[in-house]
């Protein structure tokens, strides 16, 4: 695989969370929604609003610049923040009586692999091309 495919390839996971970022700037009681809660209100908005829109854009901007960098650390680091998800939404369910939110988990899993395997390879190719020179 050539490596601009490679980097395409990388991006993807990045476009949901770019979508769900702007969505809780935009239009957060649909974002909300669809994540299954409700929009809080007060403090609790503000908090939901923050936190949850720049977890999404903190995760889109770590996925695009990693895949235009090649980057295998900003991969990673946005794979560490889906994986810290799925893990704390097991913790939710497991811990403090939380549905259990099995969809969003593989989701986040999968894509959190996604970019590790990317990130991997980002990596083996940045080896390589060092011992080639």
């Given at each position: 695989m050539n490596h601009k495919t490679l980097q395409l390839i990388a991006a993807v996971p990045g476009i949901p969370m770019l979508l769900n970022g702007v969505g809780f700037v935009l239009d957060p009681g649909q974002a909300a929604m669809s994540l299954g809660m409700p929009l809080l209100e007060g403090l609790g908005r503000s908090t939901q609003i923050g936190d949850i829109g720049a977890f999404f854009l903190t995760c889109a901007w770590c996925v695009f610049?990693?895949?235009?960098?090649?980057?295998?650390?900003?991969?990673?680091?946005?794979?560490?923040l889906l994986g810290l998800a799925a893990v704390m939404r097991l913790l939710a369910f497991?811990?403090?009586?939380?549905?259990?939110?099995?969809?969003?988990?593989?989701?986040?899993?999968?894509?959190a692999t996604w970019l590790t395997v990317c990130a991997v390879q980002f990596e083996r190719r940045g080896r390589e091309a060092t011992q080639h020179d």
């Open positions: 610049y990693g895949s235009y960098r090649s980057s295998s650390s900003w991969l990673g680091a946005g794979a560490l497991g811990l403090h009586d939380a549905a259990f939110a099995p969809v969003f988990i593989a989701v986040e899993v999968v894509l």
